[in-house]
Structure formats: structure tokens, C-alpha cells
């Protein structure tokens, strides 16, 4: 996929293919943050598999990154899985997570998925916050870890 840059108000949005340098050294960056802060999986569930099959859409404001989140198909494209959502620091809180759930969600349904799934841990208390307030819903997902949650959303209408 090329990549491509898209606005929406004053943030601005590049998507590109997830295995680039700039996603990696936000990603080692966001796993030093978790580890310091005692986060029992500070790796994420990204495998070097998902990768093959994934985009990073990174925000923008005024030419500084705000933020990164990772989407991996599945082959079918039915379902899409988010990963390593991470904002820098002095942006949290400002709206640039949701807008980039809300542009990941718009851009998997523009690829045919029903579906987002993603898995976060329960101390991550404003993350969790964010994504029940989206109407992702959650279940306990012990096959990560003891305080694992695994948050999906339907793209379909009812």
C-alpha cells in the first residue's frame, strides 16, 4: 500500500505499511514507557506475523508525531486486530486517541472488515476508559495474561 496522508481537522493522519522505522522506534519507545510503569506484557501481542499484514496510522500536528496505532487483517479481511496505540505524553488527553480509533475504524470498514478486536491490560485505566466509552465491548481474555481484556466492536449495522 502506498502510504497517504489525511486530514481531519487539525490533525493529520499517515497511513503506512507497519514494518517502517518510524513504527519501530515508537513501538521500543511505548514498550520502555510499560515496562517503567510495571505493565505485566510491555511487548504487546504484535508478532513479527501480524506485521506482514499490517499499517501504522500515525497522527500528526504540525509536523510533530502525536500518536501511532497498528491494524493487522486477518487474511479474509472479515476481521481486523488493532495493536500498540500509544500517544505521546504531552497529548494525552487532547482527543488524539480517539481520533485515531475513530480514523481506524474508518479505514478498516473502507477495507471490507466487520470486525475490531484488540487486547489491552486493566491497568491501563485511561486506554480502558477510552474504549468502553467508544462502545467496544469487553471480556476477561486470560489467555494473555491474568489481567488481560480483549475488546471487540462490530462494524455492521444492526
Not at 41 to 53: F, I, V
Amino acid at each position: 500500500m502506498a502510504e497517504a496522508i489525511i486530514s481531519d481537522s487539525s490533525i493529520d493522519f499517515l497511513e503506512a505499511a507497519a514494518n517502517s522505522s518510524l513504527f519501530h522506534r515508537i513501538s521500543a519507545y511505548m514498550t520502555t514507557e510499560l515496562r517503567e510503569s510495571g505493565h505485566d506484557q510491555p511487548e504487546g501481542s504484535l508478532t513479527t506475523h501480524d506485521l506482514q499484514n499490517a499499517y501504522a496510522i500515525f497522527a500528526f500536528r504540525e509536523l510533530s508525531v502525536q500518536g501511532m496505532i497498528v491494524v493487522s487483517f486477518q487474511a479474509d479481511f472479515e476481521l481486523a486486530r488493532l495493536y500498540r496505540l500509544w500517544i505521546v505524553p504531552s497529548a494525552r488527553r487532547s482527543g488524539i486517541g480517539r481520533a485515531l480509533m475513530m480514523h481506524a475504524e474508518r479505514f478498516v470498514a473502507g477495507r471490507g472488515s466487520r470486525t475490531i478486536e484488540f487486547d489491552t491490560g486493566q491497568d491501563l485505566v485511561s486506554a480502558v476508559a477510552l474504549y468502553r466509552s467508544m462502545d467496544y465491548k469487553e471480556e476477561l481474555f486470560s489467555e494473555r495474561s491474568p489481567r488481560s481484556l480483549l475488546f471487540r466492536k462490530s462494524l455492521t449495522r444492526s
